[in-house]
């Protein structure tokens, strides 16, 4: 149950979080996997297969912009993503909703039994 629960918390944050680390650079799928588990000390922890649909969603809904950097030394082709304007207005408004939520969750957690 715990488990569950957790990965339904997780996944109605996800591309809040997602367009929160392109705030300050473009990045590619790896780096954002590998910040992710590393800021948050491995709670989330995503595969590719949970992350590049994310990835692809923003895309559509033009929240995010890619494009293909050519291969560099021995370093592969990389894909990088960047917020754009919509996304950052759209990150705002998450940020907002986020909060609200998380208030009133508090509100009731925190009452006294």
């Known amino acids: 149950m715990q488990q569950r629960f957790a990965q339904q918390v997780k996944k109605g944050a996800l591309e809040m979080l997602v367009l929160k680390l392109l705030v300050r650079e473009e990045k590619y799928g790896y780096q954002l996997i590998t910040e992710l588990r590393e800021r948050t000390d491995g709670a989330i922890s995503l595969k590719e297969g949970?992350?590049?649909?994310?990835?692809?969603?923003?895309e559509d809904s033009g929240?995010?912009?890619?494009?293909l950097?050519?291969?560099?030394?021995?370093?592969?082709?990389?894909?990088?993503?960047?917020?754009?304007?919509?996304?950052?207005?759209?990150?705002?408004?998450?940020?907002?909703?986020?909060?609200?939520?998380?208030?009133?969750?508090?509100?009731?957690?925190?009452?006294?039994?």
């Open 63 to 67: 929240l995010v912009e890619s494009r």
């Open 50 to 58: 949970t992350l590049y649909p994310i990835l692809y969603r923003l």
């Open 69 to 113: 950097a050519a291969r560099a030394d021995k370093e592969p082709a990389r894909k990088y993503y960047a917020i754009t304007g919509e996304g950052r207005t759209a990150l705002e408004e998450m940020r907002g909703i986020w909060n609200e939520f998380d208030g009133h969750v508090r509100s009731i957690m925190e009452e006294e039994q």
